[in-house]
């Protein structure tokens, strides 16, 4: 039988034993703020401490704000301010119509108003009828589809279009962080 020797390295905090030197060297070294070079706690996932965190997200902010187009309240497209999102409104997840919602919102809660908020798209229930038909027919005989008429397919896809439209009630709205409506000048 051919042996050979191995070397294993002992964390000498810990006891747990790896083969690789660097990995016990590791082990229970505290880790470091990528950033500022602060101790973490031990068990933190974080690679940076909660300031340069909270320093990194700001920037990422500024970084967006500055790539954003920018409205202000009056010339906002309707379509994009119906509803309005804000990271520090609090109710209804950062979501509302009306700009004074937000701004009794700060009131109440003794938070600085912010210089902007974010635009929204609004997204409806929409029914892709060629592969909805499509689908539909795979359980049927190989050539099923081919036997229905485009003209019948339009048919359908105009119906189910304005069908869907009257789903008003399905209207969702999603931040749109790539455009802002500038409430004040900072
Ligand atoms: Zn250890
Ligand atoms: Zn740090």
Same mark, same amino acid.
């Given at each position: 039988?051919?042996?050979?020797?191995? +070397? &294993?390295?002992?964390? !000498?905090?810990? !006891?747990?034993?790896?083969?690789? #030197?660097?990995?016990?060297?590791?082990?229970?070294?505290?880790?470091?703020?990528?950033? &500022? *070079? $602060?101790?973490?706690?031990?068990?933190?996932?974080?690679?940076?401490?909660? #300031?340069?965190?909270?320093?990194?997200?700001?920037?990422?902010?500024?970084?967006?704000?500055? #790539?954003?187009? #920018?409205?202000?309240?009056?010339?906002?497209?309707?379509?994009?301010?119906?509803?309005?999102?804000?990271? %520090?409104? !609090?109710?209804?997840? *950062?979501?509302?119509?009306?700009?004074?919602?937000?701004?009794?919102? &700060?009131?109440?809660?003794?938070?600085?108003?912010? !210089? %902007?908020?974010?635009?929204?798209?609004?997204?409806?229930?929409?029914?892709?009828?060629?592969?909805?038909?499509?689908?539909?027919?795979?359980?049927?005989?190989?050539? $099923?589809?081919?036997?229905? *008429?485009?003209?019948? +397919?339009?048919?359908?896809?105009?119906?189910?279009?304005?069908?869907?439209?009257?789903?008003? *009630?399905?209207?969702?709205?999603?931040?749109?962080?790539?455009?802002? +409506?500038?409430?004040?000048?900072?």
């Amino acid at each position: 039988m051919d042996v050979k020797e191995v +070397i &294993c390295y002992k964390c !000498g905090k810990c !006891g747990l034993v790896y083969h690789v #030197k660097e990995w016990a060297e590791r082990c229970c070294k505290p880790k470091k703020c990528e950033r &500022c *070079g $602060a101790e973490l706690p031990y068990k933190s996932y974080w690679l940076l401490c909660d #300031k340069c965190r909270a320093e990194k997200e700001k920037e990422e902010e500024l970084k967006r704000f500055s #790539k954003a187009q #920018k409205y202000s309240i009056k010339n906002v497209p309707p379509e994009r301010c119906e509803m309005m999102y804000s990271d %520090y409104y !609090g109710y209804n997840e *950062g979501y509302f119509s009306e700009i004074e919602e937000l701004e009794e919102y &700060c009131a109440d809660n003794d938070i600085e108003m912010p !210089g %902007y908020v974010y635009c929204t798209s609004c997204h409806q229930l929409n029914i892709d009828v060629d592969s909805l038909v499509e689908n539909k027919c795979e359980d049927l005989h190989e050539d $099923a589809y081919e036997w229905i *008429g485009e003209k019948d +397919i339009e048919e359908l896809r105009t119906f189910v279009n304005d069908w869907c439209k009257k789903q008003t *009630g399905t209207r969702t709205f999603y931040v749109d962080r790539s455009a802002v +409506i500038i409430i004040k000048e900072k």
